[in-house]
């Protein structure tokens, strides 16, 4: 488990895999769950039975914003940052799916970080996170996340040691 308490902690992790998460099955519920929350009920998400006779391997496939959704709980696994306020996802420079995800396969994530900088007064992550599917040359999803970090103490002052 890689913990970051600072911007310094961060940039020394800049071109450094972080870590690989355990396997996550991706189960109809999940991806059911997933279309009730996002009103995405394409039949190739829902429909076993149209699935069983139109797709290739006949199971259901994940959404890809499903795939791009689990990110966090899988990063998660092994990287913490500590002493925060808050934490928000500022968003995605690029994102790419190059494979399907059926139904009852086990998905991993792996990530990169790419920059860590001062902005706004907190720290601000970019990396490269590979969603991949077990048994599957190619990964599921490629995202480069970006993320903003406020630390309890303000980094424009040096920490103040009162003990």
């Known amino acids: 488990m890689h913990i970051i308490r600072s911007i310094d902690d961060a940039k020394a992790l800049e071109g450094q895999e972080v870590g690989v998460s355990n396997w996550v099955t991706v189960d109809q519920e ?11 009920f ?15 391997d006949g199971k259901t496939i994940a ?3 499903l795939t791009l959704a689990l990110i966090p709980a ?8 500590a002493n925060l306020t808050r934490a928000m996802n500022f968003g995605c420079n690029k994102i790419r799916f190059y494979t399907m995800v ?9 990530a990169t970080v790419i920059q860590a900088r001062k902005r ?29 970090y406020f630390f309890e103490e303000s980094l424009d002052e040096p920490a103040v040691n009162h003990g």
């Not at 059926?102 to 792996?110: A, E």
């Open 30 to 40: 999940r991806i059911d769950k997933f279309a009730e929350a996002t009103g995405d």
């Open 63 to 65: 959404h890809g914003y």
């Open 120 to 148: 706004a007064g907190a720290l601000h992550l970019l990396s490269e996170v590979r969603v991949e599917v077990e048994g599957e040359k190619k990964p599921a999803c490629v995202a480069e996340t970006l993320g903003m």
């Open 74 to 81: 899988l990063t998660g696994q092994f990287v913490e940052v």
């Open 102 to 110: 059926p139904v009852g396969s086990r998905v991993r994530g792996r």
């Open 42 to 56: 394409q039949w190739i998400h829902v429909d076993r039975e149209r699935a069983a006779a139109e797709l290739p």
